[in-house]
C-alpha cells in the first residue's frame, strides 16, 4: 500500500448540446486557472503571470482591437461576450477539486504537460513497444509549447491541422481547457476567434443533419452575427476538436460527399470530415485531441503537426505541481466540526517530504508521470493531513478519481456493444490485481498482463477490445516497474490501486466458479423444463402406471435452488476471505493502514514483524477496506454512472455475509493499529447501523500508541460515536492527541466508563473539553487518568469546575501534571465541592510540604475519598513525617501515600509506586526520578534497621531489590 481530467463534453457552454451534466462534475480538475467571474467585469491580462515549462504566456496581451478580420463594433463585441461566455464556463471547478480547498487564482502558475512532437513514422510501431513504455524524446524532435504548436514545420510551410494524442490520465482535457483559457484572457494574439467543440457532445447528436454555422450558434450563441466572417478569417479562425475517439470518422468519397458550405446541412461527421479535409473553410486552424487508438481516423495527410502528450515526464514538474497543489489554504472544513486546519509549515513539510521521496524513490516519480496521478497523491494527502468533509471516504477518492477520468468513456465508439472503458477495465485490470492478491504479490510478468488481457478472446471483435485498450489504457494501470531485482516485470501505478481494483472485481462478481459461469438463466430453463414435464407425466401417471417417472423429473426444479446456495456459498466464501485478509495475525505489528499510506507517498518505511521475509510477501490490508466502501451506497452509485453497476441485492447479501463473519472473528482482542483497520473499514462501509450491530460486542476501545491524527480521531468519532452500548474503557494513551481531537472524540468519552488519556501533552486549553466532559449530563466515566500531561494549575482551575458538578467519577490521577504549589491548593481549596471521588493521585507535581499538608488535610475531611497519592513530591522528611502522622491521628478518611513504608513495615501501595516508576522511566526527568528514589531507598534502610520484625525485615529487602533495579536502569547509585 505505498501510495483528469475531464473538460465537460455534452456542457461546453450554454446550450451546448442535447445531454447536459453538471459542470461540477465533469470538468477538468488537474491544476487550474480559476478565477472568480461576473458577466460585468472586462476581460483583461494578469496582474501577474509566471513562465515555466510549457506556457503558453510567451505571447504579448492582444491590440486594442480585436483584430484585422472582425473590425466593427458589433463583432468585437460579440467576440468579447464569446470569450466571456467560455471562460466563465470553462473556469467551472467540479465538486471533487472544491472540497480540496480553494484553487488557484488569476496569477497562479500553471503546470503543462511535456508534449514533444512525433512522426507518422512512429504512430506505425508495433503495439508491443508502444504498450507500457514510455521512450524519451528523440533529440531531433523537441518538446513544443502550447504557443508553438502552429508554427510553421522543419520545411517551412504552415501547419493548420494539430493532432494531439496520449493516453488516459495523461492531461488531454486539462491542456484544451488550459489552451481555451488563455484564448479568452488573450495570451493567444495569433487567433481572434476560438470554436471548441466535443466530438462527444456531437456524437451524441447521431446522424441528424445540421450545419456548420447552426452548430456554432446552437452552441455559441453571441457568435450568430459574426457567422458569415468565419471563411473571411482565415488562419486566425481556429476550431479546437476533442476527444475524437468519440467520432467515426470516414474520408471516403463514397462514405463522405465534399461540402464547402458552411451553411449546409450536414451529419455532424461529416462536416468535421469537411474540415479537416480543408474542403470546408480551408485556411482554418484546427487542434484536435485524441486518444492513441483513434490516430488512423485521420489520414497522415491531413495533418500537418502530430504531438504526443507525455504527460509530468520531468519530475522537476512533478514537484512544482505539488509545490503548487499542496500549498493552497483550506477550505475551512474542520475535521468533526473541531476547527482544524493545516498551517503553512504543515504544508510546506509535506512538500519537502514529498519532493525527497521523488528524488529518491523512482517507482512514485514513475506513477506521477500521469498528472491524473498527482492529482490523486495530493487528494490522499489531503484526506489524511488535511481537514476531512463529512462523508468522504478513501474509496470515495479513488471511485471519484475514476470517474473524472473515465466517465463517459466508451472502449471503442465503432463497437456496437458500447461497452464502457471502466467495466473492460474492472474486468481485465480487476482480474490480474485480484489474482496478485491471492497469490500475493504485486509484481506482474509480460505472460500474466497477456493471459488476463487475452482470456477467452474469441473473435476479432475482441482482438480488437484488446488491442484499443492496450493502446489507450494499459500505462494508466500499469507501470514497468523500475526498482532493483525485477527486470522485465510490471507493477500497478499507484500500489493501492491494485487493491481497488481487486476489491471492484469481487463485489462486481466478476470472480466467478465453473458453475457460475454456467448461468443463472442456464439454471432457471432447467427448473422450468422440469416443471413443465413434470406436469404432463403426472397428467399421464394417471392412466398409465409410470408413478416413478415424475419424482425423478421433480429432481430438475431443484437445480436453481442448488444454484442460489452456490451463490450463497461464494458469498460467504469472500466474506471470510475478506475477514481474514483483516485479521492476520503477521500484520499485527505493522502500523495502522493509513499511516502505512502516507510513509509509502512521503517515503518513509513502516516496521515490519517479519524484516527476514522476502519482499514478495506483500500485506494487503487495503483489499478488505475496500470491498466494504464500494459496498456504500455513494460509491455504488458513481459506480453505476461508470458502466460498473452494483445491484443492490446482490450488495445486501455481500454485506450480511461479511457482517456474519465479522460478528464471529471481530470479538478477539486486537492490537491497537489492528483495531483502528477494523474501524476504519467500518467508516469506509458507511453504514451505521451495520457498524452498530458487529461492533456491539465491543467493550475495551485500546488505541494505545496510534497516532491520532485529526482523520483519525473523525474515523473512530464516526464509527463509534452514534453507538448506544456503554464501553467499559478507552484507552489513548500516547496518542498525540490534541485539543481538537478531544472535541471530535466527546460522542465516543460520553459512551466510557473508564477513560486513559495518560502521555498525550495536553495542556490547559484541553482542560477546558475536559470540564465540559464531566459536566455533561451523559457523562458516565468513572475513572480518569490524565498523568503525565502538562495541565498545570492553569489547567486544574478548569478541572475543579468539573468535579464540582460531575456525579460519575471516582478515580482520578493527576500524577506529574505540573500542577505545583498552586495546582494542589486549588484542589484542596475546591475538593469539598465533590461528593464521590474515592481516589486523587497527584504524586509527582513538584508540591512542597504546605500545598501537601492541606490537601491531605481536605481529603481527611472528604466523605468518600479513601486514598490519596503524594508520594515523589519535594516534601521534607518532617514534611512526610507530619503527612505519615496525621494518617494515624484519625479514624477513618483518605489514605495518603507519600512512601514505600508505613513506620518499620513496607505500605500496602509500594507495588504501585514502584510499577508507576517502571511505566514512565524513559518519559520522566532522569535525575529527579534518580533522587526521589534514592530517597525512599533511605527511607527503607532506616526502617530496616529500626524493626526486629524477620517478616518485615525480608519485605524491606525485596523492595529495596525492586529499587536497586530501577537505579540500575537510570544507572544512578545505590547509596
Same mark, same amino acid.
Given at each position: 500500500m505505498s501510495w483528469s481530467r475531464h473538460v465537460p463534453r455534452a456542457s461546453w457552454g450554454p446550450g451546448l448540446g442535447r445531454v447536459f451534466q453538471p459542470a461540477d462534475e465533469r470538468t477538468s480538475f488537474l491544476i487550474h486557472w480559476s478565477w472568480p467571474l461576473k458577466r460585468e467585469r472586462p476581460l483583461g491580462p494578469p496582474r501577474a503571470f509566471i513562465r515555466h515549462h510549457g506556457s503558453s504566456a510567451d505571447s504579448g496581451p492582444p491590440s486594442g482591437r480585436h483584430g484585422q478580420w472582425f473590425r466593427g463594433t458589433s463583432a468585437a463585441e460579440a467576440i468579447q461576450r464569446h470569450r466571456r461566455n467560455l471562460a466563465e464556463w470553462f473556469s467551472r471547478l467540479p465538486r471533487e477539486e472544491r472540497q480540496f480547498g480553494p484553487t488557484f487564482a488569476l496569477d497562479t502558475v500553471h503546470v503543462d504537460p511535456v508534449i514533444r512532437e512525433s512522426t507518422p513514422d512512429e504512430l506505425l510501431r508495433p503495439l508491443a513497444e508502444l504498450a507500457l513504455e514510455h521512450q524519451p524524446p528523440p533529440a531531433r524532435l523537441p518538446t513544443l509549447a502550447l504557443s508553438q504548436l502552429f508554427d510553421p $514545420?522543419?520545411?517551412? *510551410?504552415?501547419?493548420?491541422?494539430?493532432? @494531439?494524442?496520449?493516453t488516459v490520465g495523461t492531461g488531454k482535457s486539462t491542456l484544451v481547457r488550459k489552451m481555451v483559457l488563455d484564448w479568452c484572457y488573450g495570451r493567444l494574439p495569433a487567433f481572434e476567434l476560438l470554436i471548441p467543440f466535443s466530438c462527444e457532445d456531437l456524437s451524441s447528436l447521431g446522424p441528424a443533419p445540421a450545419s456548420l454555422c447552426h452548430l456554432v450558434a446552437q452552441r455559441y450563441t453571441p457568435l450568430k452575427e459574426i457567422l458569415p466572417l468565419m471563411a473571411a478569417a482565415g488562419s486566425r479562425l481556429l476550431f479546437v476538436l476533442h476527444g475524437l475517439e468519440h467520432l467515426n470518422l470516414n474520408f471516403q468519397l463514397a462514405g463522405t460527399g465534399l461540402c464547402s458550405d458552411p451553411e449546409e446541412p450536414k451529419a455532424p461527421a461529416a462536416i468535421m470530415v469537411n474540415l479537416l479535409r480543408k474542403y470546408m473553410l480551408p485556411k482554418a486552424s484546427i487542434l484536435v485531441t485524441t486518444r492513441p487508438s483513434a490516430i488512423g481516423r485521420i489520414p497522415s495527410k491531413y495533418v500537418? *503537426?502530430?504531438?504526443?502528450?507525455?504527460?509530468?515526464?520531468?519530475?522537476?514538474?512533478? %514537484?512544482?505541481?505539488?509545490?503548487?497543489?499542496?500549498?493552497?489554504?483550506?477550505?475551512?472544513?474542520? #475535521?468533526?466540526? #473541531?476547527? =482544524?486546519?493545516?498551517?503553512? &509549515?504543515?504544508?510546506?513539510?509535506? =512538500?519537502? /517530504?514529498?519532493?525527497r521521496n521523488l528524488e529518491g524513490h523512482h517507482q512514485i516519480a514513475a506513477a506521477c508521470f500521469l498528472p491524473s496521478y498527482c492529482w490523486l497523491v495530493c487528494a490522499t494527502l489531503h484526506f489524511l493531513h488535511a481537514p476531512t468533509p463529512v462523508g468522504q471516504t478513501l474509496t470515495s477518492i479513488y471511485t471519484s478519481f475514476l470517474r473524472l477520468n473515465f466517465s463517459g468513456e466508451m472502449l471503442e465508439s465503432t463497437d456496437s456493444s458500447k461497452l464502457s472503458l471502466m467495466a473492460y477495465a474492472a474486468r481485465t485490470m480487476g482480474k490480474l490485481a485480484y489474482e496478485g492478491v491471492s497469490s500475493r504479490k504485486t509484481y506482474f510478468s509480460e505472460e500474466d498482463v497477456r493471459g488476463c488481457l487475452e482470456a477467452g478472446i474469441k473473435t476479432e471483435e475482441e482482438f480488437q477490445l484488446v488491442h484499443v485498450f492496450r493502446r489507450d489504457a494499459l500505462r494508466f494501470f500499469l507501470a514497468p516497474c523500475i526498482e532493483?531485482?525485477?527486470? $522485465?516485470?510490471? =507493477?500497478?501505478? =499507484?500500489? &493501492? /490501486?491494485?487493491?481497488?481494483?481487486? #476489491?471492484?472485481?469481487?463485489? @462486481?462478481?466478476?470472480? %466467478?466458479?465453473?458453475?457460475?459461469?454456467?448461468? %443463472?438463466?442456464? &439454471?432457471?430453463l432447467v427448473g422450468r423444463v422440469g416443471e413443465d414435464v413434470s406436469l404432463v407425466l403426472g397428467i399421464m401417471a394417471k392412466l398409465l402406471p409410470l408413478r416413478a417417472l415424475p419424482l425423478l423429473f421433480n429432481l430438475l426444479k431443484v437445480v436453481p435452488r442448488v444454484f442460489g446456495r452456490v451463490v450463497g456459498k461464494s458469498r460467504e466464501a469472500v466474506a471470510r476471505a475478506m475477514v481474514l485478509e483483516m485479521f492476520r495475525e503477521e500484520d499485527y505489528y505493522n502500523d495502522d493502514v493509513l499511516d502505512q499510506m502516507g510513509a509509502s507517498i512521503l517515503g518513509v518505511e513502516g516496521p515490519r514483524r517479519h524484516p527476514d521475509e522476502p519482499p514478495e510477501d506483500e500485506v494487503f490490508e487495503l483489499f478488505p477496506i475496500f470491498m466494504g466502501g464500494l459496498l456504500s451506497a455513494h460509491n455504488r452509485a458513481v459506480l453505476a454512472q461508470l458502466g460498473c453497476p452494483i445491484k443492490n441485492l446482490d450488495a445486501m447479501e455481500n454485506a450480511q455475509a461479511i457482517k456474519k463473519k465479522l460478528g464471529k472473528l471481530g470479538r478477539q482482542v486486537l492490537p491497537p493499529s489492528e483495531l483502528l483497520d477494523h474501524l476504519f473499514f467500518h467508516y469506509e462501509f458507511q453504514n451505521q447501523r451495520f457498524s452498530a450491530e458487529v461492533l456491539s460486542s465491543l467493550r475495551q476501545l485500546n488505541l494505545a500508541g496510534v497516532r491520532m491524527t485529526p482523520l483519525k480521531c473523525t474515523v473512530v468519532a464516526s464509527v463509534l460515536g452514534s453507538g448506544r452500548h456503554a464501553l467499559d474503557e478507552v484507552n489513548l494513551a500516547s496518542c498525540q492527541l490534541d485539543p481538537a481531537g478531544l472535541r471530535t472524540f466527546m460522542p465516543v468519552f460520553l459512551r466510557a466508563r473508564k477513560l486513559g488519556l495518560q502521555l498525550n501533552s495536553l495542556g490547559p486549553e484541553a482542560c477546558r473539553d475536559l470540564r465540559d466532559l464531566l459536566l455533561h449530563d451523559k457523562c458516565q466515566i468513572t475513572t480518569l487518568r490524565l498523568s503525565n500531561n502538562p495541565l498545570t494549575a492553569a489547567g486544574v482551575a478548569f478541572l475543579v469546575e468539573g468535579l464540582a458538578g460531575n456525579t460519575s467519577l471516582t478515580h482520578l490521577s493527576l500524577l506529574h501534571t505540573g500542577l505545583g504549589d498552586e495546582g494542589l491548593e486549588l484542589l484542596a481549596a475546591r475538593l469539598n465541592c465533590n461528593r464521590q471521588l474515592q481516589e486523587l493521585?497527584?504524586?509527582?507535581?513538584?508540591?512542597?510540604?504546605? #500545598? &501537601?499538608?492541606?490537601l491531605? %488535610?481536605?481529603?481527611?475531611?472528604?466523605?468518600?475519598?479513601?486514598? @490519596?497519592?503524594?508520594?515523589?513530591?519535594?516534601?521534607?522528611?518532617?514534611?512526610?513525617?507530619?503527612?505519615?502522622?496525621?494518617?494515624?491521628?484519625a479514624e477513618g478518611g483518605a489514605r495518603v501515600v507519600v512512601s514505600l513504608t508505613e513506620g518499620t513495615a513496607v505500605s500496602e501501595y509500594w507495588s504501585v509506586i514502584l510499577s508507576e516508576v517502571q511505566r514512565n522511566l524513559k518519559s520522566w526527568d532522569q535525575g529527579r526520578v534518580r533522587r526521589h528514589l534514592e530517597l525512599l531507598l533511605r527511607d527503607l534502610d532506616d526502617n530496616q534497621g529500626a524493626t526486629l520484625n524477620p517478616l518485615r525485615k525480608a519485605q524491606l529487602l525485596r523492595v529495596k531489590g525492586e529499587v536497586r533495579a530501577l537505579l540500575e536502569q537510570l544507572g544512578g547509585s545505590e547509596s
Open positions: $514545420d522543419a520545411c517551412g *510551410r504552415r501547419v493548420q491541422t494539430v493532432v @494531439l494524442y496520449g500537418g *503537426r502530430y504531438g504526443e502528450i507525455c504527460g509530468f515526464s520531468d519530475t522537476n514538474l512533478q %514537484k512544482l505541481y505539488f509545490q503548487i497543489r499542496l500549498n493552497q489554504p483550506d477550505c475551512g472544513h474542520g #475535521a468533526g466540526d #473541531a476547527g =482544524v486546519s493545516t498551517t503553512p &509549515a504543515q504544508r510546506d513539510n509535506l =512538500v519537502q /517530504m514529498l519532493s532493483p531485482g525485477h527486470p $522485465d516485470t510490471f =507493477v500497478f501505478t =499507484v500500489p &493501492a /490501486m491494485q487493491e481497488y481494483l481487486a #476489491a471492484l472485481y469481487i463485489v @462486481l462478481g466478476l470472480h %466467478k466458479t465453473t458453475l457460475q459461469r454456467v448461468g %443463472k438463466e442456464v &439454471a432457471e493521585n497527584v504524586a509527582y507535581n513538584g508540591a512542597g510540604d504546605a #500545598a &501537601a499538608l492541606a491531605a %488535610k481536605a481529603a481527611r475531611e472528604h466523605p468518600s475519598l479513601e486514598l @490519596l497519592h503524594l508520594y515523589f513530591n519535594e516534601l521534607s522528611p518532617e514534611g512526610r513525617q507530619v503527612l505519615r502522622d496525621l494518617g494515624g491521628t
